[in-house]
Nanobody, 114 residues
Framework: QVQLVESGGGLVQPGGSLRLSCAAS????????VDWYRQVPEKKRELVAT???????SYESFVKGRFTISRDNAKNTVYLQMNSLTPEDTAVYFC????????RGQGTQVTVSS
């Protein structure tokens, strides 16, 4: 059974940091391209960052220089380090392996507020 579990979200003040985790069971994230997305209610989800199986990373312009995507293959986990957070980063964040587009975890809520 394929399962994704996102964690690490929470309430943080503007300028703060969080590290999100995407842990998988039933699939090998190390063999796949993995995206982090975010979604705000009543808005379309937006891509945040991507990491390929070879470790190549890419970022949307609104997070470039602030967020870092990485992976720990031994733990079958992909991370999203988020620094210099702003209220505009408030959203539910979830990960998505390219080979399993229909699989989605519960996401993790990130709230940036003073």
């Amino acid at each position: 059974q394929v399962q994704l579990v996102e964690s690490g979200g929470g309430l943080v003040q503007p300028g703060g940091s969080l590290r999100l985790s995407c842990a998988a069971s039933g699939i090998h994230l190390s063999l796949d391209t993995v995206d982090w997305y975010r979604q705000v209610p009543e808005k379309k989800r937006e891509l945040v960052a991507t990491i390929t199986s070879s470790g190549h990373t890419s970022y949307e312009s609104f997070v470039k220089g602030r967020f870092t995507i990485s992976r720990d293959n031994a733990k079958n986990t992909v991370y999203l380090q988020m620094n210099s957070l702003t209220p505009e980063d408030t959203a539910v964040y979830f990960c998505s392996p390219f080979s399993y587009p229909g699989i989605r975890g519960q996401g993790t809520q990130v709230t940036v507020s003073s």
